[in-house]
């Protein structure tokens, strides 16, 4: 575990490049000494490794944890990530609404944009508000189905994901993102099977397609 607020911060600050060097790692007004001990504790703990270059990046553990080092509260253990993939079309043309992501795991790699279930509402509700916080955009859901995802990267477990699908097939309004985890934009025309593609997003965009209720549960290689 992530006993210490300098151990969660230096996975934190991971999840957001590919590598990064010990100076640009280490806190200004934290000693040198003070910073090699935790760096090297979660080194020991098998959520950072050092690269040849002297760099140092996230393990697929250390990926798997990403953002929610900072909070105190997670668990790791082999639990499964609730999350909503949201399906979101353009009214008048049908382009796909997508985003790349800026944090790991699954660093740069392209898909649906998601959200977290909240209790307090319905999982609709939630797709309509997240929708319109992150992008500006007006759209109505619906739920096609769900499943477990798990997807591994040279035979490491990267994520394990209990997802729902939600769809909307007539999003409207300007796209303004406000979202600093990702980059959205309109896509008329997407390869679904293109390399920087999440690897589920052949699965989902076919899914999506046959417009049937569903529940699927798959290994997929990032």
């Not at 979202?179 to 997407?190: H, N, S, T, V």
């Not at 997003?201 to 049937?212: E, G, V």
Request: proline share 4%.
């Amino acid at each position: 575990m992530l006993d210490h607020h300098l151990q969660r911060n230096i996975v934190y600050k991971l999840a957001f490049a590919p590598s990064m060097r010990f100076s640009d790692l280490k806190p200004d007004l934290i000693e040198n000494k003070l910073f090699t001990y935790h760096l090297k504790k979660v080194v020991s703990s098998g959520y950072v490794s050092k690269k040849t270059d002297g760099s140092y990046e996230l393990t697929p553990e250390g990926r798997r944890v990403g953002l929610r080092a900072v909070d105190t509260r997670f668990t790791l253990a082999d639990k499964a990530e609730s999350v909503l993939f949201l399906a979101v079309r353009r009214k008048h043309d049908g382009a796909w609404l997508l985003y790349k992501r800026a944090t790991h795991p699954l660093l740069g790699k392209v898909g649906f944009m998601h959200a977290i279930p909240n209790a307090n509402e319905t999982t609709t509700e939630t797709a309509h508000k997240i929708c319109q916080q992150k992008t500006g955009l007006v759209a109505s859901f619906r739920q096609l189905g769900g499943g477990f995802f798990r997807v591994f990267n040279h035979g490491e477990l990267e994520s394990f994901t209990h997802f729902e699908l939600l769809v909307c097939d007539d999003a409207s309004g300007e796209l303004r993102p406000a979202d600093e985890l990702a980059e959205y934009d309109w896509y008329r025309k997407p390869d679904f099977s293109a390399e920087d593609m999440l690897p589920n997003m052949q699965i989902l965009s076919r899914l999506y397609l046959s417009n049937k209720p569903f529940f699927v549960e798959k290994r997929l290689e990032a």
